[in-house]
């Protein structure tokens, strides 16, 4: 079975100041990696993925994350975080042997941007 | 323009009164999933489907019911809601297997049964 581990329920920030999003998994198979974030009532937007090829995956909007397969690991990092970065932040796996699309979430980080 | 559509956004009903929350989505996925988010658990997995008329239960399927009879639309049921089921809901839908991409989500539809 999967499992993911978000260490951080909150994490308060001041803004321009770098941040890190920790995110560490548990599976015995190959996985795909996730960002997933959530504004204020809204949706989950994917923020950036890590299918194969290289590590270091970017979004449009500055975050950037490293699969590091030995510490099966996948923290987001930003090196200067805005008042619009204020959101919710899911880690995802899927199991890429298995027959199913399933999304396995951890329990979400809250980033909370101060000016 | 990708999207799955959720509706309603908002329901407040009483225990015991059935509803259905609907979703469609536009990219001929075959996948598609229903969740539901909690304070401090994250997304779990209610119901999901691998096409048309195939349906399977996922981490936590007591009290819902899916169907899957057009390949567009995955409608959500609660023959009986209970409290317990007051939640924030969100449809997803993907491409399988080799072509995967993404998982694409909905709004949300968030319920409260009281």
């Known amino acids: 079975a999967q499992s993911v581990t978000q260490l951080d329920s909150q994490v308060p920030v001041f803004e321009e100041a770098p941040v890190e999003l920790r995110c560490n998994y548990s599976?015995?198979?190959?996985?795909?990696l996730f960002w997933y974030v959530q504004y204020p009532n809204q949706g989950l937007q994917l923020l950036l993925k890590?299918?194969?090829?290289?590590?270091l995956v970017e979004s449009i909007n500055g975050f950037e994350a490293e699969f590091n397969k030995s510490q099966t690991s996948f923290h987001l990092r930003k090196p200067s975080v805005h008042i619009s970065d204020t959101a919710e932040y899911f880690c995802?796996?899927?199991?890429?042997?298995?027959?199913?699309?399933?999304?396995?979430f951890g329990t979400g980080t809250r980033l909370q941007v101060f000016p | 323009e990708a999207q799955v559509t959720q509706n309603p956004r908002y329901l407040i009903t009483v225990t015991g009164k059935k509803l259905t929350v609907t979703c469609s989505q536009n990219?001929?996925?075959?996948?598609m999933s229903w969740y539901r988010q909690d304070p401090g658990l994250g997304l779990r997995q209610i119901y999901y489907?691998?096409?048309?008329?195939?349906?399977d239960k996922g981490d936590v399927p007591e009290g819902y019911k899916v169907s899957r009879k057009e390949k567009r639309n995955f409608p959500l049921i609660l023959e009986s809601p209970s409290p317990n089921q007051t939640s924030l809901y969100f449809c997803?839908?993907?491409?399988?297997?080799?072509?995967?991409?993404?998982?694409?989500f909905g709004q949300g539809t968030r319920l409260t049964v009281v």
């Open positions: 997803a839908s993907s491409s399988t297997g080799k072509s995967y991409t993404e998982a694409f």
């Open positions: 599976s015995s198979v190959s996985v795909y």
């Open positions: 890590y299918l194969s090829g290289s590590t």
């Open positions: 995802a796996v899927i199991p890429v042997s298995y027959n199913t699309d399933k999304l396995i």
């Open positions: 990219m001929n996925h075959e996948y």
């Open positions: 489907s691998m096409n048309v008329e195939v349906t």
